[in-house]
Each structure stands twice: as C-alpha cells, then as structure tokens.
C-alpha cells in the first residue's frame, strides 16, 4: 500500500427508522466495531441523490455505504426501492469512472438488527482495507 | 413556506457531553470541546458531565441568548433519544428549534468503540465538524399541526384488544374493534381456569365480553380484517374487508325490511346442516357444521357459514323459516373507516412442536399440547371436562409436562425466547389433575420455574407440596410402546446428574408460542417494526413499551411478545391511554420535514410526480409555466423525490441538499486530512 498510514474513509448515510435505530441498538448492546465509518442520517434512504454519492468520492472518499430498511418495511412505503435502483444505476457509473463498484455498497438493517450492523461495518470496512486508497484521491480538494 | 433567514452570519454553539462515564470514559471529551472552537463559525464550544440535566439545558439557553446564536450543536446520546429535549432548550434560547443538530458520539461512537480512546476521540472530532456544518445551513421552520380524528381502531378482539377499546370508549372516544374471527375472546376463552388464582377462565373473561358488545361506544366487528390503510397519526383511512358470514343480525335483518328477522342463536340451522367439519376452536377434537358457532359463550351470538366447506343445500334456510337470517349468496364488503390512533393486539399462535421430532406429537397418540390440555380439562370441552388419553379413552394416570418445549431452544428448531406463561400454566395443569383425577401424579420436566408475577412463587410452592414431582432437565427423547401407546420420556436428571426412562400414560407439551402467520402482512398495513423473532416493535424496549416508530400506532398484548393475561390487560390499558392522548389533545404536531419546489429551478418535467409514494405531487400552471407543486398535507418527508429531481428543483426542508453536502464536505474536506 502506498501510504503506511493510510486509514479508510467511509461514509455512511443512512435512513433514520431502521439502519440508525439499528446502529443505536449495537450500541446500546456495546457491540465493538472498528471506528472508521461516519455516519450521516436522512429520513429514509430514498432521499439520497446519487450525486451525494458521486460527491462524495470526487472528495475523496474511499467507500460510501448506503444503509436502510429492508424491502417492505421502509417507512415510507418504497423509498427504499428506489434508492435500490438509483445505487444500482451508480454502480455502473462508477466503474465507467474507473472506480471498483465494490467501493459503494447498499445494505439493509433493521432496527433490532444490532448485531447485523456491526457486522455490516466490520465487512464494509475489510472490503474497503482490501481495495486501498480510492484512486480519485489525489484529486480531491 | 418557511422563511429563510439568508445572508446571517452563522454563529454556532457546540456543547460536548460527558455522559458521566458513558462518553467521557472512551472518548476525551476536552479534546473535542478544543477542537470544536477551532472550527469555522462556532462561536462558542462548552463541555458538561450531563447535558440533558437542567443546568446542561440551561447552559444551550444562556448561550443562545449571550452569543446571538444562530445555531446549536450538542455532542451526545442519540437524536432518536434525546433531540425532542435539546430542540426545547434551543427554543427556551429563543431560537426556532429546527435550528439544532445533534452528534451522536454515544451510540455510535463511545459505547461501540470502548477499548480505541483515541480512534473515537478523532470520530467524535469529525462528527462535531460534520454537525456544526449542518448547523451553519439550518433554517427556522414550522411544524405543521393538523386535526385529530375523533375516533380510534383495536385490531384484534383477545383479552388485549377488548379491554384496550373498553378503556377508550369508556374515555368517550368512538372505537372500533376489528376481530378477524366470528367471536371476541381470543386464547383466554380457550382455557380453563386461569393461574395463580385458579378462577375460571370464562367466567371472568364473559363479563368483559359482553361489556365490549354493549358499550355504544364501541363499534364490533367480527369476521373483519384489514385490508388497507392510508394516511398518517390523526388521519387514518382504514379499509376493513366484513367477511361474507352468510347469517345477518337482527340489525340488518331491518335493514333489509325482514320484520323481526336476524340470527336470534336458536341454532336450528346446525341441526339440519349435513357437513361436518372439526372445530379449531376446540383444535380439531370435537365437530362442528358448516354452519357454526365456536362455543355457547360466542360474542357476538351469530351463527356463521364456513363458505368453503358450504354445500348450499339450503336447508339451514329452511330451519332458520321466518327469521331469514341466513343468506347464502352473501358477499365480502369492504367499508372505509377514518380514525385518529390505532392499538394492534393481534395475540399470537403455537408453535408447530411437531418440528420437535424426537417429542413425537402428532406421531404418538399421547403426546398432546398444553392447550390441547386446557380444551380436554375444560368442563365444556370436548370430553366434558374428562382427561382422557386420545389413544384409547382411558384417563391418565402418570403425566408428564414438557416444559419449553420449543422454547429457549437454541437448536434453530424451536425459538430462543421464553414463552413467558408455560411454566406457570404447566404448574396450573398440575394442579388440576392432582384436583380431578384421584391418585394421578404430575412429572414436571423443567430447566428452571419462571414464576416471577404477584403470588406465582406461593403458586409453586403450593404445587409441590401438593405433590406435583419436579425433574430438573430437558428431555432427550420421547418413545411410544406400540402395543400400550404408553410413553417412555428420556431426559437427564440434572440435579442427581442421572439418565431417566421414565413410562407415563400421557406427555403434555408446554409448546413455544410465536407470532400468528399475519402478523407480517398486519405489521406492514401499519408500516409497525419487528423484532428479530417476528414480535411487533415497540418504540422503545423500557420507556415506551406500548408506542410503536409509526406515530399513532400502539401495541397491546402478545402481539408485542409473549405476556400472560395480568400483564397483557395491563399494556392494552398503556396503549389506549396512549392512544387517546393525541385525540383528546384534538391535534397533532408533523414534523415539518416537507418538500418544496424551487420553482425558478423546476422544468416542469414532472419526473418527480411518480417518485412520491403519497402523491403529494403534481404538475401546475403558474405564471405562463409549468411547474411542481407538493401538497404539503400529503408530504411525510421522505424525501425521494428530492433524490431524484434531476435539476436539483427540490428542497427538503431540514434535509437539503446544500445541508446534506456540506456535510458530506466537512468530512472529508474539512479537519485534519
Ligand atoms: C395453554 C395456555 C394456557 C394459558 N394459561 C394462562 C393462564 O392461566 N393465565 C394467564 O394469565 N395466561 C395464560 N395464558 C396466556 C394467555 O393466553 C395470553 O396472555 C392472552 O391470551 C393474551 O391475549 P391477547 O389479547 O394478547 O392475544 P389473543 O388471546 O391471542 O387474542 C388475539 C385476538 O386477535 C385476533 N386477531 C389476530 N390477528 C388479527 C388480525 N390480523 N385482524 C383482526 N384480528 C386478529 C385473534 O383472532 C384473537 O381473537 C395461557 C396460554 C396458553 C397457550
Ligand atoms: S347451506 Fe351450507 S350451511 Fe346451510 S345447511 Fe347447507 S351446508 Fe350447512
Ligand atoms: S418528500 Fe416524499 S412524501 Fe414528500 S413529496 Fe417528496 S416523495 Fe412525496
Ligand atoms: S425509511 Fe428506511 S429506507 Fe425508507
């Protein structure tokens, strides 16, 4: 790896009635994860504006997570399926970039699934430490 | 549409929360304070042990007031938990309380990484600056009050859902209660007497029923289900499916000019009806007619067609004569209801324990359930009342009582919960044997005896001196002698620390119980949670047992997980009282987190229109163009039309786009790279 103290950074965004009620829940249970996501909460996930996203990495991000309800019980009925679609549709943008689409991921918690998220951050981050620095870095300001 | 104070200064307060040691123990709460005042537009940045406390609360007004705050951050526990408090304290200040935006550095980040100080300490660092750049960016904002229906819905007619309606309609709110069955009652008719008291299930029970179908506040109807809801807390549109039960009352026998005509339960139709069918009220072990009722005590008294075992001979027509109650071409109608708060207490089922092979139910003709056992103990049971074995109708003499038989079981068969009722239902059984059957002795196989209610240890203690016999273990195995039907329980005695093959005369299995096949499809009608073992979600485990994350939505009874009768009567009363607090107060507050159409930016393209699952949205003319409009009465917020507009025309207010970048930036741009 180029830079010995390369650390990842992640960002989150998640839906405020399962993902975040979740990650609350690992907390609350003391569920131990390594620290490298931040997270940012909207309502539900059908908020996310792909663009976030792409703004997000043109930062430099080196992974985005996008986190919600599972299909069926988003809180506003299908929020979720669209975002589905929308990160679907980005992934292939961000390979066309040059990205590997592994560095977005979209998963689904519910809010009593504690444990779920933290093994949705300590995969996430893994994936992450596996792929290195994102190559968009250098060009972040 | 909100005003948008534009051009001001931001001047943000941060304030840091030790949580005792709760933060304070994993993160270095100092340090984030100090990095706090170094960031761009903070005006001010303070740490306190408590800042929920008054004095931390205080702290945020005199700030707001001192500093000219346009902004306030606090660095703490979850917003799901504690923003409502902060958002006051903000106000107090004298600053629009949208104007808040809370770190979560407890939750997230302390209790999650306890043993990485200086890891957390530098997340704590760059939530506070993504925070305070949301903050910079907040606008005042509204919420929006609109009316409460005067009128509320129970979900479910068991013991739960029929006190929960007693309890609103008493309060004077007009409720209907939709039971999914021909009758109210649920479980608890279903058994015999009741622990620790031993009173009669029934007894106790009908009173209740019949004060549910008196009551003119109370709207009955059975053999209704839900089928779809609209709307939200204070609106909601309720469409009920009213079964086809191919019998009318008296009611709609007037309706229909019929003078004196309607189901009166004389029963004459039952006696003439050919078909016959088992009764599931009784599990299958007595009959019952096509035309039927469950048991004598039904509420309401109205017979009911089984349309799918109905051979339409129509002689029941015959019978019935002159009343003209039944109607055999009766059809399913669907009827709209609007109420302001909904209770569901949909109860629950028994777990399927011949999963549990190695028990062989369903395999051996003795091995039977604790509720099959209530119907064949009841005195208006099947057998009057007579226990008696199923594989040769003699009455029992050696028992053996599985406890958790599918429950505590961590096999992935059974269920990793407690059932909760089925070690003292078990200690009831025992009771009524040694009561009834002269010279019978219960063997109470157990890991440990759950009897934590009011008089349920005295309970326990009463059974064995009785001389119930206690074996402490989980049973292996059960094998059934081909020729006798008796059954040989293998299990190991864990007290002795001894193998046991013990041969009785029947085996009861205190089955597991689980959420009822439905609960999925009801849950997601009402947009209501579940846990991870299919029990409905409350909203808060400990401070908000009966609400639910929908708002308007409250729980009662096994529905929410499992509860014997005193603690299910004592929820359903938690949740009407909740749910008449929002129609008694006559109005609710929404959160104002609505879209709006910058206009000067929107095509008129009208792609948005089919993203919003409410529709809210729609296609105006204005000015010579054409151009969006969001019905704000419709919006909840969910902002997917904002993630989809392509020209970026749509502000969602308290998460716009300018404020969701900026956060994005200020983490990955701002602070130390
Ligand atoms: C064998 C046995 C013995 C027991 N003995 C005792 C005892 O001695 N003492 C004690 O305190 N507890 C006892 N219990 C527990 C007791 O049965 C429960 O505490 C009680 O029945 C819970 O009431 P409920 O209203 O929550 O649910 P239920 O009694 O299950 O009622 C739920 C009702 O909702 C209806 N419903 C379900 N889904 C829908 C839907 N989608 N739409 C409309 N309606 C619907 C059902 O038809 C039912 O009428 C015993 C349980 C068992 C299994
Ligand atoms: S019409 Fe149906 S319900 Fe009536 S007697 Fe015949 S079979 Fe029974
Ligand atoms: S925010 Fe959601 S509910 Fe409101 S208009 Fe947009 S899509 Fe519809
Ligand atoms: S509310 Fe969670 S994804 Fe829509």
Redesign the interface.
Known sequence: MADENWKPKIIAIICNWCSYAGADLAGGARIQYPPDIRAIRVMCTGRIDPLFILKAFQDGADGVLVSGCHFGDCHYLEGNFKAAKRMFLLKSVLKNIGLDDKRLRMTFVSASEGAKWGMVMEDVIKTINELGPSPLKEFAR | MAEVKKNEEPRIGVFVCHCGTNIAGSIDVKAVMEYARTLPNVAIADDYQYMCSTPGQNKIAEAIAEQKLTGVVVAAC????HEPTFRNATKAGGLNPFRFEMA?I????S??????PE??T??AK??VR?AVAKASLLEDLVPKSVPVEKAAMVVGGGVGGMQAALDLANAGIKTYLVEKSPTIGGRMSQLDKTFPTLDCSQCILTPKMVDVYRNEGIELLTYTEVEQVEGYIGNFDVTLRKKARGVITPAEAEARGIVGGGCTGCGDCVDVCPVIKPNPFELGMAPRKAIYIYHPQVSPLIYTVDFDACVKCGLCVEACGEKKAVDLEMKDELMTVKVGTVVLATGYDIFPIEKKFEWGYKNYDNVITSLEFERLICASGPTGGHLVRPSDGETPKKIAFVLCAGSRDSTGVGKPYCSRFCCMYSLKHAHQIIEKIPGAIPYIFYMDIRSFGKMYEEFYYRIQDEGAKFIRGRVANILEDPVTKNLHVNAEDTLLGRPIDMEVDMVVLAAAVQPTAETEKTR?LF?V????DGWL?EAHPKLNPCGT??AGVYLAGVCQGPKDIPDTVAQAEGAASAASIPIHRGEVELEP?FAQCMEEKCAGCGLCVN?C??GALSLVEKDGRTVMQVTEAKC?????C???CPG?AIW?QH?A?PQ??A???A???GGEQ
């Open positions: 979850s917003p799901r938990l979560n407890r939750e997230q980040n209790w999650v990484h306890m043993h990485q890891e957390a530098a997340k760059d939530a993504i997601r947009g949670s579940c846990s991870q979600l994350t929908t987190y993203q699952p409410y909840k917020g969910c902002g997917t904002g993630g989809f970026g969602m998460f786009t969701i970048v956060q994005i930036d983490f990955l741009l």
